[in-house]
């Protein structure tokens, strides 16, 4: 299994980016995705997932402002971020089944 995390980047407090997680190498359709995030000095903490249903799930200081979402036709996962603060930098990985993507980094300044 390989996950490919990509579409961070640097943005104003209040900003928005999306996400994208490419999973290959698995039968997408039938496993769920996590993302997970880790700032300079903390260990990583979960941020959101989504299950083969497309049901969701969020850590509460992301809810109503991160929306995650999947695309089965394109073996893809996004995580919609609104409404950015400073708190939410760090490097972003998706997860699915076990495997670990590299990560991509988001920086929020304020």
């Known amino acids: 299994v390989q996950l490919q995390a990509f579409g961070g980047g640097l943005v104003l407090t209040g900003g928005s980016l999306r996400l994208s997680c490419v999973v290959s190498?698995?039968?997408?359709?039938?496993?769920?995705v996590d993302w997970y995030r880790q700032a300079p000095g903390k260990q990583r903490e979960f941020v959101a997932m989504?299950?083969?249903?497309?049901?969701?799930d969020y850590v509460d200081s992301v809810q109503g402002r991160f929306t995650a979402s999947r695309d089965n036709a394109k073996n893809t996962v996004y995580l919609q971020m609104n409404s950015l603060k400073p708190e939410d930098s760090g490097v972003y990985y998706c997860?699915?089944?076990?495997?670990w993507g590299k990560g991509t980094q988001v920086t929020v300044s304020s």
């Open positions: 997860i699915n089944r076990g495997y």
């Open positions: 190498g698995t039968d997408f359709s039938k496993s769920g």
């Open positions: 989504v299950t083969v249903t497309g049901h969701t």
